[in-house]
């Protein structure tokens, strides 16, 4: 690390759970954000200024304003550009480092796969369950970790799937699919627009510790947490054996 890195990671390297090997790791880590929204925002934002080495976000989507309450890596000024190429802008100016690939792009089948093979950790910032799914299935197939995070009207989840480790249940044990699963469009239920903050913020926490092999992660846990009574609940995530998505990997 040159001086300039020192400095700008110093409050990291600070911490002796961190220190100079752990912004190491940061730095050697490839991200894969899917969404670039409410979750998006606060995701990419976190991961490139504390460090991470690249980050591929993706969204087929474009700005508008009635984004800009709550997805606060898009300015007045990149309404109407897609937000992929947005995030690659506003990440640019806090840490010009950050190797950034902007999709603007819906992201299915091999091309995913390939993303997905590509990451040391996926981010599930969507807000459909046919993406959820997808990047789930894909995961499962990469073994890699999963950090999948939720939020609409003032309800928020997150929750981590530690594929790396062959007992970790997957997205699907806890919401198998069953074709009754509607979206919740923001556009009509409306969101609190800090409630993604709180939940996109700790989805990167969870994935520099997932790459850096800090502390405990989620693993293997839901948190549910209710903005209007300020509560949070944890419920553990077993592993369903007849999961379709996972249940035929060899247990380790
Ligand atoms: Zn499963």
Redesign the pocket.
């Known amino acids: 690390m040159n001086d300039d890195q020192l400095l700008r990671y110093s409050r990291h390297i600070l911490l002796p759970q961190i220190g100079i090997e752990g912004q190491e790791r940061f730095r050697r880590a490839h991200a894969l954000v899917v969404g670039a929204g409410g979750l998006g925002s606060p995701v990419a934002l976190y991961l490139a200024s504390a460090g991470i080495g690249a980050l591929t976000i993706c969204d087929h989507d474009a700005v508008d304003l009635t984004n800009l309450q709550r997805q606060i890596m898009h300015r007045i000024d990149a309404i109407g550009a897609p937000k992929a190429e947005s995030a690659r802008r506003t990440l640019a100016g806090i840490n010009p480092e950050v190797r950034v690939t902007a999709l603007t792009e819906r992201v299915a089948g091999a091309r995913l796969e390939a993303l997905v093979r590509d990451a040391d950790v996926v981010l599930d910032c969507s807000d459909n369950f046919a993406t959820r799914y997808a990047l789930n299935r894909a995961c ?1 197939a990469q073994r890699k970790p999963l950090v999948s995070g939720a939020g609409v009207r003032f309800d928020g989840q997150i929750a981590v799937f530690d594929l790396r480790d062959a007992r970790a ?5 806890l919401f198998p699919e069953s074709g009754e699963n509607e979206d919740m469009r923001c556009a009509v239920m409306g969101v609190f627009a800090p409630l993604v903050g709180v939940i996109g913020a700790m989805q990167a926490a969870e994935a520099l510790k997932l790459v850096a092999g800090l502390g405990a992660t989620l693993n293997g846990r839901l948190l549910l947490f209710d903005a209007l009574t300020t509560e949070w609940r944890t419920v553990r995530i077993a ?2 054996l007849a ?1 379709p ?3 035929n990997r060899a247990a380790v």
């Open positions: 499962v249940p997957c997205y699907h044990c592993r369903d999961c998505v996972c249940g």
